[in-house]
């Protein structure tokens, strides 16, 4: 609606996990290096966490992406809130098994179990590395979908893991595999993801705004600061604030977003930190 006002190609703020967008701030390149470290090494459990709406997804859709066909068979479940045997059975699926039952209750966790050996083993065969990044996991709620992810770790070789598991969600998750102290003690590798600064937050909306197509910034220091000030530096609210702003900026006929449009919104959207 607005962007061609604006010099836009696209809409620079939209809440979507877009990988060209995301922003590589110091903390998120030290995130996606250790991931990848964890996937190319084979280091069999990695764990990553982080407030809400700070690029937890949009961190593993680069991930995705960086990763070979030629080299990795590659599962993403971004929505765990299935049960025990389900949950297997979504894992299983993503890895290339499809000679399974379609009613769970004709499925029994312990014959899904021996299918993903056999498909992480045919995986190994072909040459590829078997990766299964789960989205979301904060959510998962049942004990032994947790108890299962450790007896995915004891799916190896002689020499090495058979599968990557990559858990990222909210900070409460760490909570979760504390729980299940066999499990936690396998993490190999821990991140976590914080809201932006300052100088982030005006890089992350420079950023967002040149990705969509023009060079020129929209918005002044000021107006950038005080979105750091209503967001608190948290990306998912940095794109509702920056967005609603370049409406009203285009409704209003103005040049450049200026810090009392920010206000405005701010109020209109009943941001608070």
């Known amino acids: 609606m607005y962007t061609q006002y604006w010099g836009l190609q696209r809409k620079p703020f939209d809440n979507t996990p877009d990988p060209e967008f995301l ?6 390149e030290e995130a996606l290096a250790r991931l990848s470290y964890a996937i190319k090494e084979r280091k069999g459990l990695a764990v990553l966490t982080g407030v809400f709406g700070c690029g937890k997804t949009v961190l593993g859709q680069v991930l995705l992406r960086e990763l070979s066909e030629d080299r990795y068979r590659i599962g993403f479940i971004n929505y765990p809130l299935l ?3 389900e949950f297997l059975l979504a894992i299983v699926r993503s890895l290339g098994s499809y000679d399974l039952p379609t009613k769970k209750t004709e499925v029994l966790a312990n014959f899904v179990l021996d299918n993903l050996n056999n498909v992480l083993l045919n995986n190994a065969r072909d040459g590829k590395d078997s990766v299964i990044i ?5 959510a998962i709620e049942e004990s032994q979908i947790f108890e299962s992810l450790r007896l995915l770790l004891n799916f190896q070789l002689p020499d090495r893991f058979l599968l990557t598991l990559i858990l990222s969600g909210q900070p409460e998750l760490r909570e979760k595999l504390e729980l299940n102290k066999q499990l936690a003690q396998r993490i190999a590798i821990i991140c976590h993801l914080t809201n932006l600064d300052l100088k982030d937050t005006m890089g992350y909306i420079l950023h967002r705004v040149k990705v969509a197509g023009r060079d020129e910034p929209i918005f002044t220091q000021e107006a950038m600061e005080a979105i750091y000030e209503h967001t608190g530096g948290i990306p998912r609210r940095i794109n509702r604030l920056c967005d609603m702003c370049l409406l009203s900026g285009f409704a209003k006929n103005l040049s450049q977003i200026n810090e009392s449009i920010v206000l405005e919104e701010a109020r209109e959207l009943e941001l608070k930190v």
């Open 23 to 28: 922003y590589y701030s110091s903390q998120h």
């Open 83 to 85: 049960s025990h045997v």
């Open 134 to 138: 789960i989205d979301e996991a904060h």
